[in-house]
């Protein structure tokens, strides 16, 4: 099944290859300090927000389910998403398990494999000899029909490594979702093009450009943000959406939190996406030096993975 997209600005919807119906606007969670994000979610539940995007791998899932509860928004009306960890990739179960008890819910509606790396849980510089992503996924799609996830998807996952796992006679399932690193200095054109023909909806994370963005300072961003008005964070959230994606911005600042959400009744020409999408520079916030395998390649003629800004 295709993904489609209805809606603008904080509207937006994305129906995923399984039908769910994801909001296009989440709150994104990495890096958020303790005793920041619980304060954060709240804010931005009560913003208007109905997305929230966290992992195990943050450390936060507790305070995240603790801002939920504090804004009083029904579980009912919230898209969270969360992800597996890589020294858990042999334990799904318990993954899942300890996602759900931290985040005090009975199920996530969308469950990520953070990266395409099998890392051994006591040596993290190790990859398994005997297990690798494909084992993974097999492994995650048993947790559809639990109950415990409503939808099941990947992240940092390039061409290669979907067809890879497409092709594979264990997949039996196409991931709903592929969260990557998306802004105008890793556009990943090749990629989201890949994923919109295998139905694989696309989440742009550091859509911002991350901490310290380089793209607050950037000379076209800030052009076309003056001339209509906004600032440049909120131009780099509907240039995401218009291109098809989601976008999760992190802020722990409640001004900011509510200043990404104000995305209605304006929008970006094709001249304005364009330009947006045309400059130059290229760095990527999220490399894989830290993994014990690598899993960028030169697929978008970047140079794969590209230094960090
Ligand atoms: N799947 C993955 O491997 C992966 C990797 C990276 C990120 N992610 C997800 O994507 C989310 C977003 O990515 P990210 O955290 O890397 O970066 P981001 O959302 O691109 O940028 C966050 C930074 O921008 C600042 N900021 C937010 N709104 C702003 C505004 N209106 N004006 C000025 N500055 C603003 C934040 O500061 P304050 O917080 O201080 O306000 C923070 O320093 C993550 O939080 C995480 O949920 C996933």
Same mark, same amino acid.
């Given at each position: ?5 209805? =809606? ?17 606007? =989440? ?7 303790? /005793? ?43 898209? &969270? ?41 006591? %040596? ?7 297990? /690798? ?39 039996? &399932?196409?991931?709903?979702? /592929?969260? &990557? ?28 450009? +991350? ?61 304005? &996406?364009?330009?947006? +999408? ?8 999220? =490399? ?9 390649? /030169?697929?978008?003629? %970047? =140079? ?6």
């Amino acid at each position: 099944m295709a993904t489609t997209q209805s =809606g603008k600005g904080t509207k937006t919807v994305f129906t995923l290859n399984t039908g769910d119906k994801m909001p296009g606007v =989440g709150l994104g969670t990495w890096q958020s300090k303790p /005793n920041e994000v619980r304060e954060a979610v709240k804010n931005a539940l009560l913003a208007g927000y109905r997305h929230i995007d966290t992992a195990l791998a943050y450390g936060n899932e507790s305070e995240v389910g603790q801002g939920i509860k504090d804004s009083g928004v029904p579980r009912s009306e919230i898209w &969270i998403t969360t992800k597996l960890d890589n020294p858990w990739h042999k334990r799904v179960p318990e993954g899942i398990d300890s996602s759900l008890k931290s985040l005090d819910t009975d199920y996530v509606d969308l469950y990520l494999m953070h990266w395409p790396s099998s890392t051994v849980p006591e %040596d993290l510089k190790k990859h398994y000899d005997d297990w /690798n992503f494909i084992d993974t996924w097999r492994e995650m799609q048993k947790l559809v029909g639990t109950g415990k996830v409503r939808n099941i998807g990947v992240s940092n996952f390039v061409i290669s490594n979907l067809e890879k796992l497409l092709n594979d006679p264990s997949c039996k &399932i196409v991931p709903a979702v /592929n969260q &990557i690193e998306v802004h105008p200095n890793m556009p990943s054109p090749k990629t989201l093009q890949y994923c919109k023909e295998k139905g694989i909806h696309v989440t742009a994370y550091s859509c911002l450009g +991350s901490t310290d963005s380089p793209l607050a300072h950037d000379k076209t961003l800030q052009s076309i943000a003056e001339a209509k008005g906004k600032t440049p964070q909120q131009v780099l959230l509907m240039w995401g959406l218009q291109r098809g994606t989601s976008v999760i911005p992190k802020s722990v600042t409640k001004s900011r939190i509510e200043a990404n959400f104000q995305l209605d009744g304006w929008e970006l020409t094709e001249d304005e &996406i364009q330009k947006i +999408s045309s400059i130059p520079d290229r760095f990527k916030v999220c =490399g894989d030096a830290w993994l014990p395998v690598k899993v960028f390649f /030169n697929e978008e003629g %970047d =140079g794969g993975d590209v230094p960090s800004h």
